[in-house]
């Protein structure tokens, strides 16, 4: 499967911005999707997941501010930002699983590209 992460940009703080992951493929709704980000200087972190099923997970940093949602008949899971702060300024990795829901980078088997957030202060 193929990922295309967009809809990154720059925002002022408390702002909103919505990314998106469209893949290719038949097979999207078989697939844990999870949301990750790199930092400047930083190592890749987990912001998000979301199971088959629905269910999600998020990273303490992003809880209550970041929503993590999936559209199967349009291959594409989305993540929205509320609140942003110059602290979530990183470059947002979408990322698929064939296995099951982790915050662990190694269970992701394909990934896509990257868009970048900028939260000015």
């Known amino acids: ?36 980000r790199q930092a400047p200087g930083k190592e890749r972190k987990f912001v998000a997941s979301i199971s088959r099923t629905g269910t999600t997970d998020y990273a303490d940093s992003v809880k209550g501010r970041f929503t993590i949602s ?18 979530d300024t990183a470059v947002y990795y979408c990322a698929a699983s064939t296995m099951f829901t982790s915050r662990l980078q190694s269970s992701y088997d394909y990934w896509g590209q990257g868009t970048l957030v900028t939260v000015s202060s």
Do not use: I
Request: hydrophobic share 35%; glycine share 12%.
């Open 1 to 36: 499967v193929q990922l295309q992460a967009s809809g990154g940009g720059m925002v002022q703080a408390g702002g909103s911005l919505r990314l998106s992951c469209a893949a290719s493929g038949r097979t999207f709704s078989t697939y844990v999707m999870g949301w990750f």
């Open 70 to 87: 999936r559209d199967n008949a349009k291959n594409t899971d989305y993540l929205q930002m509320n609140s942003l702060k110059p602290e």
